[in-house]
Each structure stands twice: as structure tokens, then as C-alpha cells.
């Protein structure tokens, strides 16, 4: 359910949560919650100017590659966009346009006659918004299919990669965390690696390796480390979401 509400929208969250405003039922109340919040965020939305249907509408173009929810695919050949940070959505789109990036299938879409900064803005605020779930919530008593349906399509679970776990763990821990967060989570425009696709996090590591795309400290990180160290890294990242 709130899965469901992430991504249909703020008026029809807010419109539920009217409808009952007494409800006692604890998923409601969360409902309530939620649309408070929202009712504090949307003037300040509304100020910036965050236009969410030209969100969804830039969606459209995005979505045969990267998925109608963001979740990436085509085994890892396209990463996952949703729920990272905004802002470094935005800087590797901008990297795209000053070809500091390389990236051939995103040439046509990237450049400032398709993506102005507007649009760029709100793609990324919007993607930025979308929550997949890793596992389907449980359910007692009967469930709305077309509810269910959604839910399973929202669910993004990365399959365990060949490798050491443990010795991953301590490497990405030595190595990595400081930046990606603890847990692979990301920090701000330090892109989250847990819950991205492993083929994909692989060719970056590739690129990083070949001077195809900057990194900090690639010396040190991926000059020095082994395809072994890597692969134990990316074992460890795979089960960060199970
Ligand atoms: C024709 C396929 C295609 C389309 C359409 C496409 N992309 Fe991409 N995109 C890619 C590929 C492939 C990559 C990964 C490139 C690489 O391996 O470095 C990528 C990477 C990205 C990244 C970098 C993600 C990261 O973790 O660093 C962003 C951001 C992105 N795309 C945004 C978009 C947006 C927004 C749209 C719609 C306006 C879009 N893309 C449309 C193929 C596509
Ligand atoms: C000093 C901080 C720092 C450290 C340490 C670090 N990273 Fe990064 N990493 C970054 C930044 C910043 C980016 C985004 C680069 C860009 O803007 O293109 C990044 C990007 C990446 C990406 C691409 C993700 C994507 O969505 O495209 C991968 C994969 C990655 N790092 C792996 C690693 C691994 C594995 C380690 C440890 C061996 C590591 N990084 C250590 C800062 C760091």
C-alpha cells in the first residue's frame, strides 16, 4: 500500500486520507501521516517549480531503457535510476552532455534540445521519489489484485553474485564505505551500489579501470585491486538488499 501511494501521487494520498479522517486502523493513520507531510512539502514543491506530469512525460522516453519505475534492466546493460540522489542524477546527465561520461545509447536523449535543464530537474526529483521494495509486503486477508500487480512490479531484488562475501565485506568496508555509505547505501552524490544491478556496477568498474570514466582515487582503488577483490566486493553489495 504504500508502495502504491510512493508512486501514484500526492493527490490521490491525500485525497484517501480525507475520505476517513477518523479511521483508528493503523495503515490509514500512516495514510494521514503521510498526507500531513505532504501538505507541509507540496508549497515549497510548487515554489521551485518540481512539475511532476513533466516528470512522467520525460518518463516515457527514459522508461524502454531504464524501466517504467526506474528499476534498470536488459541484465544490468541499463543501471537502475530509482531512489538515488537527485543531484547526482543530474551531474552524470551533465557528464553525458560534456561527453566527460561515455555513454552512446544516452547521446540522442542527453543533450539540451531533448533534456533542458528543466526537465533534467524534474526527472531527477522525481526518480529520486520512487521507492522499490525488495521483497512483497505480507498480506493477511484478501488482497486487491491490480494492487498486487503493481507491487510486484516494483520489486527490485538483486540476485546473488559469485563471490566471497565476507572477504568482500571487509574490503568494502577498508575501501569503500567511507564514500558509499556503511551499507552501500550511497551519500549524496556518492551513488548507493547496494541495490544496483551487478553487471552494470561491473562495466563501471571496467570504465573506471580503462579511464573511460573518473573516479576518486582510481589509482589506488581500482589500478591496485584485483578482478577477485572486486568480484568479493560486488558478492557483498549483491546480498546487502536480501
Ligand atoms: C537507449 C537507451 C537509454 C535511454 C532511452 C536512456 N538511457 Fe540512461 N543510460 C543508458 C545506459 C546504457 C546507461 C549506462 C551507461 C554506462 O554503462 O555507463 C545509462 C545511464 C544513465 C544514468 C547514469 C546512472 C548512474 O548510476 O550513474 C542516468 C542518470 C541516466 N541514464 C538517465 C536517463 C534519463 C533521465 C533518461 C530519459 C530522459 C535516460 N537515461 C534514457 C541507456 C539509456
Ligand atoms: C573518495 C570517495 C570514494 C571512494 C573511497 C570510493 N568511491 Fe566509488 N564513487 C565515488 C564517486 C564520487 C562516484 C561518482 C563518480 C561520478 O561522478 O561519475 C563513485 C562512483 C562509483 C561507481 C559507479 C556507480 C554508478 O551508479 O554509476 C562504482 C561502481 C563505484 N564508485 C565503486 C566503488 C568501489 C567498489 C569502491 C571501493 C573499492 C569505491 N567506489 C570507493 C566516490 C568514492
Same mark, same amino acid.
Given at each position: 500500500m504504500t508502495i502504491l501511494k510512493d508512486i501514484v501521487g500526492r493527490s490521490e494520498v491525500s485525497a484517501g486520507a480525507d475520505d476517513c479522517?477518523?479511521?483508528?486502523d493503523g495503515t490509514m493513520r500512516f495514510g494521514v501521516v503521510l498526507a500531513a507531510a505532504v501538505l507541509i512539502a507540496a508549497p515549497a514543491a510548487a515554489q521551485d517549480g518540481f512539475d511532476e506530469w513533466n516528470a512522467k512525460d520525460i518518463m516515457r522516453t527514459c522508461a !524502454?531503457?531504464?524501466g517504467e519505475f526506474g528499476q534498470g534492466g536488459g541484465g544490468g546493460v541499463y543501471p537502475r535510476l530509482a531512489g538515488m540522489n537527485a543531484d547526482y542524477l543530474a551531474e552524470q546527465i551533465a557528464k553525458f552532455k560534456s561527453r566527460e561520461r561515455e555513454n552512446i545509447p544516452m547521446i540522442p536523449f542527453a543533450n539540451d534540445r531533448e533534456l533542458p535543464a528543466r526537465d533534467i530537474r524534474d526527472v531527477t526529483r522525481y526518480l529520486a521519489g520512487i521507492t522499490l521494495a525488495t521483497r512483497l509486503p505480507e498480506t493477511t486477508g484478501p488482497v486487491d489484485g491490480l494492487e498486487r500487480l503493481l507491487q510486484a512490479k516494483m520489486l527490485m531484488q538483486i540476485p546473488r553474485a559469485d563471490g566471497d562475501i565476507e572477504r568482500g565485506k571487509q574490503l568494502y568496508g577498508e575501501q569503500c564505505g567511507v564514500c558509499h555509505g556503511r551499507e552501500g547505501q550511497g551519500r549524496v552524490t556518492k !551513488?548507493?551500489?547496494?541495490?544496483?544491478?551487478t553487471d552494470y556496477l561491473q562495466t563501471q568498474i571496467t570504465n573506471f579501470k580503462k579511464g573511460n570514466r573518473p573516479h576518486p582515487d582510481n589509482d589506488e582503488l581500482?589500478?591496485?585491486?584485483t578482478r577477485r577483490d572486486m568480484d568479493d566486493i560486488l558478492a557483498y553489495m549483491s546480498v546487502l538488499d536480501d
Open positions: 479522517p477518523n479511521e483508528a !524502454p531503457c531504464h !551513488p548507493p551500489l547496494a541495490g544496483q544491478h581500482f589500478m591496485r585491486t
